[in-house]
């Protein structure tokens, strides 16, 4: 407070005396502190106001959640595969009919390129395994083990990563994910229970499809540490797992781009 506050006037009456001048000098916390509540009530009721714009925030269709948009974008980059494939179709035709402008030899050079990037279609005898979560109200089988956590009940990504590469270690000459062909920059990648490959969103079950010998494949399987873990929460927990011999089929080219965007050869 000022001076002139802390010291009455001439003629001003002492707080001694009780009159209504002492009194206007007591500040009572509860009265500030109630007022400063009600004014930060009043910001955050404008501030509320602004941001929803008159609209109702909860049902608005223009705030779309994000699974929305990720499954949009998935939509539109399976399209584009789609288109892509269907181009390079028409340029594969085209060139085959006006020779190419290339020898035999090169041409055969670039067919087994093409066959070892994954670009072209592969026809063969093919092993197909299927991962599924489990159900939501799944207990432990077994006697010694806990009561599962929601993370035991549900497939990881280091699970597909070990039967990809189990499939690979058992001599697979192509491996398709779902609906898509694997390459040497493909990457399985899980957010949540959900994978993303090659920017595209999938739900389970999944469904891996490997070309090789069906024998050699399976002992593969079998043969992984990884697997073997993967094959205790089956057994305790339930998690899907299914390996179908398929006799012949025919996987997908690759249709995606094949340029390097995180990565830069060594010169």
Not at 39 to 67: H, M
Not at 82 to 87: G, K, N, R, V
Not at 170 to 180: C, E, L, N, P, T
Not at 252 to 259: A, E, H, L, M, R
Request: charged share 20%; proline share 6%; with cysteine.
């Amino acid at each position: 407070m000022s001076n002139t506050a802390d010291s009455p006037d001439e003629g001003s009456v002492t707080p001694e005396t009780g009159s209504p001048a002492s009194r206007t000098r007591r500040f009572r916390p509860g009265h500030i502190l109630t007022a400063g509540v009600f004014a930060l009530a009043g910001l955050l009721f404008i501030t509320s106001f602004n941001t929803a714009k008159g609209t109702n925030i909860r049902t608005d269709s223009s705030l779309l959640k994000l699974s929305d948009l990720v499954h949009e974008r998935s939509h539109k980059n399976a399209l584009l595969d789609e288109s892509d494939a269907a181009l390079r179709d028409q340029v594969d035709s085209l060139a085959k009919r006006t020779g190419g402008g290339i020898s035999k030899a090169d041409e055969a050079r670039l067919t087994a390129l093409e066959h070892n990037a994954g670009t072209q279609k592969l026809t063969g005898r093919a092993v197909t395994v299927t991962l599924d979560d489990a159900p939501p109200n799944a207990t432990a089988k077994l006697p010694g083990y806990p009561e599962p956590q929601p993370d035991y009940l549900v497939i990881h990504q280091q699970d597909l990563q070990a039967v990809v590469n189990a499939l690979w270690q058992g001599g697979a000459q192509g491996i398709k994910v779902m609906d898509q062909r694997l390459i040497g920059t493909s990457a399985v990648r899980c957010v949540g229970n959900t994978l993303i490959l090659q920017g595209r969103v999938y739900s389970p079950p999944y469904k891996i499809t490997a070309v090789g010998d069906p024998d050699k494949l399976q002992q593969a399987l079998a043969a992984s540490p990884a697997i073997q873990n993967y094959m205790v929460y089956v057994n305790v927990y339930g998690l899907g797992w299914k390996v179908t011999d398929d006799g012949t089929v025919t996987l997908p080219g690759y249709s995606g781009t094949v340029d390097l965007h995180y990565a830069k050869p060594v010169e």
